[in-house]
């Protein structure tokens, strides 16, 4: 069990200690621009009632600070899943399995997979996952080739590789009529990726 575990960098707009998930709805009206209506509970207001805009900068800022939460929370529940595990590369398979069954969630991945993209932008929604997931592969990484149970390399062009692949997996998962069996075929293409790393004996 490893007790050093990578917590991603928070930006100025996340409010861990006062954002609360509670709802998020994109409509689309017609020849009108996207609109974003989130629901948040924050400070002194009632839970899943919106936040009023003055709060944050616009609605833009807003979907951020959920979808930044909604992060953390993945993190959070990747590395309790990874708690208990002690081999390096099983450590590292528990966290693909955690992450792909948060993927499996058709509202979590409404807000943080098909919608994040549109609102924040491609570069956005690229910068918020590698933010929160970057540190943490990067870490499990370099910890299985100290370990001897990966072939030493470069650690950054991996891991950020790593962090294509499991978001590619997740969009799959996330457009997929049915996302459990979306889910175990995305998880063997992951594994095969992984155990192709392992140092032979």
């Given amino acids: 069990r490893r007790a050093d575990r990578v917590r991603p960098a928070q930006s100025p707009g996340r409010q861990p200690h006062r954002t609360r998930y509670a709802g998020e709805q994109l409509q689309r009206t017609e020849g009108r621009r996207q609109e974003v209506r989130v629901g948040v509970a924050v400070g002194e207001h009632e839970p ?24 953390g929370q993945l993190v959070d529940a990747v590395q309790a899943r990874m708690a208990d595990v002690s081999e390096p590369v099983e450590l590292i398979e528990a ?88 889910r175990d075929e995305v998880e063997l293409a992951l594994m095969s990726l992984i155990r192709g790393l392992r140092v032979t004996p």
């Fill in 48 to 71: 899943g009632k919106p936040l009023r805009d003055h709060h944050f900068r616009g609605k833009r800022d807003l979907f951020r600070a959920v979808h930044e939460q909604l992060e």
């Fill in 95 to 182: 966290g693909i399995r955690a992450f792909l069954d948060a993927c499996t969630d058709r509202q979590r991945a409404r807000i943080t997979l098909l919608e994040a993209p549109t609102v924040l932008g491609w570069a956005g929604w690229r910068e918020i996952d590698e933010r929160f997931g970057l540190g943490l592969v990067s870490s499990e990484l370099s910890h299985a080739m100290d370990s001897g149970a990966l072939i030493r390399q470069e650690v950054r062009p991996l891991a950020s590789i790593m962090i294509g692949a499991l978001s590619e997996a997740a969009l799959l998962i996330a457009h997929a009529p049915d996302p459990v069996v979306a």
